[in-house]
C-alpha cells in the first residue's frame, strides 16, 4: 500500500506540474482610444531571441468580436505585435511566466493626411490672337460705317 501511495502522490505531483506549463501563455483584449474592443485586429506572437535569426514567429491570430485573443505559449521572453488597416502598428515585449500574462492593448488611429495640388497656367488663354502692335491693319467700309455715330465727322 505504501508504495501504491507513493506512486499515486508522485503521478499527482507531476500532474499538477504538466497543468501549470499548459496553463501558461497569453490573453487580452484590443480596444480603440474610445475604449469599445476591435474585432477582426491581426495580433502576431514571436519568440524573443539575442538577434533576428533566433526570432521566429510562433503564432499569429485575430481577435474575435470581443476584441479579445489568446495564446496558449510556453514561459518564456516574446514580442506581440498588432495591426489593423487605419490605426498605429503596436509592438509590445511580453514577459510570460508560470501563469497566464493579460496584455491588454489600445490601438491608436493613424493620422489622416491628405494633400491637394491645384495649378494653373499663369496666364488664361486669350479670346482673340495674340496682338501685334506694329503689324499693319486694313480698315473695311463696312467697320467704319458701323463704327460711325449719326451725328460723327470723319
Known amino acids: 500500500m505504501t508504495l501504491r501511495t507513493l506512486g499515486v502522490l ?12 499548459a496553463s501558461a501563455g497569453i490573453r487580452g483584449r484590443v480596444t480603440d ?8 485586429v491581426t495580433v502576431t506572437l514571436v519568440r524573443a531571441g539575442d538577434n533576428a535569426a533566433d526570432a521566429g514567429a510562433l503564432a499569429s491570430a485575430q481577435t474575435d468580436q470581443h476584441g479579445d485573443y489568446t495564446f496558449d505559449v ?6 506581440l505585435t498588432v495591426e489593423l ?3 498605429q502598428i503596436v509592438r509590445r515585449p511580453v ?11 489600445t490601438l491608436a488611429l493613424v493620422p489622416f493626411q491628405d494633400r491637394v495640388t491645384i495649378t494653373a497656367e499663369s496666364t488664361p488663354p486669350s479670346l482673340l490672337a495674340a496682338p501685334q502692335p506694329n503689324a499693319p491693319v486694313t480698315v473695311s467700309r463696312t467697320v467704319i460705317n ?3 455715330l449719326p451725328n460723327s465727322r470723319y
Open 74 to 79: 510556453p514561459p518564456g521572453q516574446y514580442t
Open 85 to 87: 488597416s487605419g490605426f
Open 33 to 40: 482610444p474610445a475604449g469599445f474592443p476591435l474585432p477582426g
Open 146 to 148: 458701323s463704327a460711325m
Open 95 to 105: 514577459a510570460v511566466e508560470t501563469d497566464i500574462t493579460t496584455t491588454d492593448i
Open 10 to 21: 508522485i503521478a499527482l505531483s507531476l500532474a499538477s506540474h504538466v497543468t501549470q506549463a
